[in-house]
């Protein structure tokens, strides 16, 4: 039976559905599928995102990490008897290196997912030299979105070797939890933050510098100006809480409101539990690489 392997740094909650459902489809054509996974480390220990795969296809393996920024995950036994390895774009990946040497002798089928051009400010001009070189080091590549295949095609990747994910999330469950909401519920909710009435904004993600936090608040502070009564709510955590939370005792009490970590694991099961359903693409040509 062909045998598929994916590598990622940590398992985010938000993938679960994905593999389970990448699983469930490639076990009906044949296919065996393999996710290899580690603990979180660093700034994902203060998130709090992580989450477990069943251990039918889910093997989590204990990441030895370099300086805080590069991750070696023994996995030389997964990957010797996999049909097809699909590793991350990042350059924290050690392993990556080797698996580039297998690709190029022609002894492994080696897939990249990523998103393309490295959108980390604080990154050397030899870490995006290193990510742009991977873009040709390896037999596929499968892209977030839609949106980054003029970058890959631009820098060498053929286009038929190219797959639009297109990374994004089904709505209905969390159109239907909306739904099942009644508006005393809303009021007591806000009344326990704090919140007026009025137009509320919500960020939910991770607080670091690539998500651009102080350009959100600023724009709410611009947006407050023609709507008086606006809030911004914030759901995440990161290196930036510490930065959000002195905003709110310095200057912003009445317009931001943030939620307590603990509410995140709440949010977490919600989002966790919706159904990816826009990655029939990624799922059929796994199966085609592999088969």
């Known amino acids: 039976m062909p045998r598929v392997l994916i590598i990622q740094a940590q398992m985010k909650h938000y993938r679960i559905p994905l ?8 076990q009906q054509d044949g296919i065996e599928l393999r996710v290899a996974y580690s603990a979180p480390h660093g700034v994902h220990n ?14 989590k393996v204990t990441g030895h990490w370099l300086a805080g920024k590069i991750i070696y995950q023994p996995l030389w036994s997964e990957i010797a008897h996999a049909d097809l390895v699909i590793t991350g774009h990042e350059n924290k990946y050690l392993m990556n290196s080797w ?45 977030y979105t839609s949106g980054i295949v003029p970058y890959l095609t631009q820098h060498g990747v053929a286009a038929d ?20 909401i009644r508006a005393d519920d809303i009021a007591q909710e806000k009344s326990r933050l704090g919140i007026a ?21 600023e724009a709410s502070r611009l ?16 290196p930036d809480r510490k930065w959000v939370e002195d905003e709110v005792d310095a200057a912003t009490r009445d317009m931001l409101a943030m939620l307590e970590p603990a509410i995140i694991g709440i949010l977490g099961v919600t989002i966790g539990g919706i159904v990816i359903s826009l990655y029939m693409p990624l799922f059929s040509m796994i199966a085609k690489l592999a088969g």
């Open 19 to 26: 593999f389970i459902r990448l699983h469930e489809i490639l």
């Open 46 to 59: 203060i998130v709090r995102d992580d989450g477990e795969l069943p251990p039918e296809f889910g093997r």
């Open 99 to 143: 698996l580039f040497l297998l690709s190029a002798l022609q002894l492994k089928t080696v897939a990249l997912w990523g998103l393309g051009p490295c959108m980390e400010e604080d990154q050397s001009r030899f870490s995006h030299w290193l990510r742009e070189k991977a873009l040709t080091a390896t037999d596929w590549y499968f892209g």
């Open 161 to 180: 070797r190219i797959t639009a994910v297109q990374n994004a999330v089904d709505t209905t469950d969390l159109r239907k939890n909306l739904e099942s």
């Open 197 to 217: 009435n009025g137009p509320v904004g919500i960020y939910c993600g991770i607080l670091e510098p690539t998500k651009h936090v102080p350009f959100l608040v």
């Open 223 to 238: 947006i407050r100006q023609k709507v008086p009564d606006f809030q911004l709510l914030i759901v995440g955590s990161g």
